[in-house]
C-alpha cells in the first residue's frame, strides 16, 4: 500500500494494465510525451514507448472513432478527451457505434475501450470547462458510466473498467484529483494523504462497476451521491448534526440498487444530490427508482440538490455549486425542520 492522489491512483491503474496486457493502449489529446493536461498519463510513454502510449490530433471524434475500430479487433484501448465538455463531436461514435456494437453483431463483436474525461466544476473553468454530462451517457444502452470519488476507488474501478468488455465512460471529477473538497472553498486545500481512501494498493486489485459503498453509516436520512458531492454530503451532515446515511453510488449505471434501497428502507427519507443541472439531471432517475422501489416505507417527500439550470458561471461559481449549506437546508427540509 501507498499514499497516492486520484491523478497518481489512476496513472497507476494504467501502467498496471499496460504491463498486464499487451492489448491495452493509452492515448488521446496530450497524454504522451506532456502526459495530460492534469498529468495522469505523465511518465508512462517513456516506460511502455510510443506505440503503447501516443498523443492523438485535437478531434474527439476521431479519437473515440479509432479507438472502437481498435477494440473491435482485440484491443483494449483507454483514450482521454481532455475535459467531458469536449465529448460532444465524439457522441455519434459513443452513443451510435461504441455502445451499439455487441448488439448489432449479435455479440460477435465488442467495444472493450474506456473513454477518460474530467469532468466538473470547482476551479474556474467557466461555462466550457465545467459542465457535469453524466446523465447524457447513462441514457444510452449499452454504456456503462462510472465517476469515482476516491484513490483508492479510481484506480480499483478504472483497472475493472479496462477489463470489461463493455464501453466504459470513466467521469473523474477534476476537483478533487488532488485532495477531498467538502465545499468550502475559502478554506484551505486538504490533501489526499490525510485521508484513509489515499492507501492503494501498487499492484493489481478490480473494485466491481455495480457497487456503490457507503461512506458514512447513518439513522436520519439517506443521501444517493457520487464524484466531489461525496465530501459535500459528509460535509453537511457534520455541520448540520442530521445522522445521513451517504452512499456513493460510484457506478452510476448499471447501479448497486440493492445498497440503495436497503439504505432507504432503513431511514425512510432520500435526499438526492449532484453537481450537474437540476432538469433530466441523473437525480431524477435515482429520484424515480426510490419512488418505485421504497414508496412504502418513506416518511417524508425525496428531496433533490443539484446544479442550477444555467451554463456552470465563472464569477458565481460559488453560488452555483451545491454546497454544504444548501445540502444542509435539504437535510433539514426532509428531517421536517
Known sequence: MTTMTMIQALRSAMDVM???DPNVVVFGEDVGYFGGVFRCTEGLQAKHGKQRVFDAPIAEGGIVGTAIGMAAYGLRPVVEVQFADYFYPASDQIVSE??????????????????????GGGIYGGQTHSQSPEALFTHVCGLRTVMPSNPYDAK??????????????????????????????????????????????EGHYRVPLESAAV????????????????????????????????????????????????????????????EATRTSGFGAELVAL???????????????????????PHALEWAYFPGPERVGRAYKKVMGG
Open 98 to 119: 461504441a455502445a451499439r456494437l455487441r448488439y448489432r453483431s449479435a455479440g460477435d463483436f465488442t467495444a472493450p475501450l474506456v473513454v477518460r474525461m474530467p469532468c
Open 18 to 20: 499496460l504491463e498486464r
Open 156 to 201: 480499483g474501478l478504472l483497472i475493472a473498467a479496462i477489463e470489461c468488455d463493455d464501453p466504459v465512460i470513466f467521469l473523474e471529477p477534476k476537483r478533487i484529483y488532488n485532495g477531498p473538497f467538502d465545499g468550502h472553498h475559502d478554506q484551505p486545500v486538504v490533501p489526499w494523504s490525510t485521508h484513509a481512501s489515499s492507501e492503494v494498493p
Open 215 to 274: 461512506v458514512r453509516a447513518g439513522a436520519d436520512l439517506t443521501v444517493l451521491t457520487y464524484g466531489t458531492m461525496v465530501w459535500v454530503a459528509q460535509a453537511a451532515a457534520r455541520e448540520t448534526g442530521v445522522d445521513a446515511e451517504v452512499i456513493d453510488l460510484r457506478s452510476l449505471w448499471p447501479l448497486d440498487l440493492p445498497t440503495i434501497t436497503a439504505s432507504v428502507r432503513k431511514t425512510g427519507r432520500c435526499v438526492v444530490l449532484h
Open 290 to 312: 426510490v419512488q418505485e422501489h421504497c414508496f412504502f416505507h418513506l416518511e417524508a417527500p425525496i428531496e433533490r440538490v443539484a446544479g442550477y439550470d444555467t451554463p456552470y
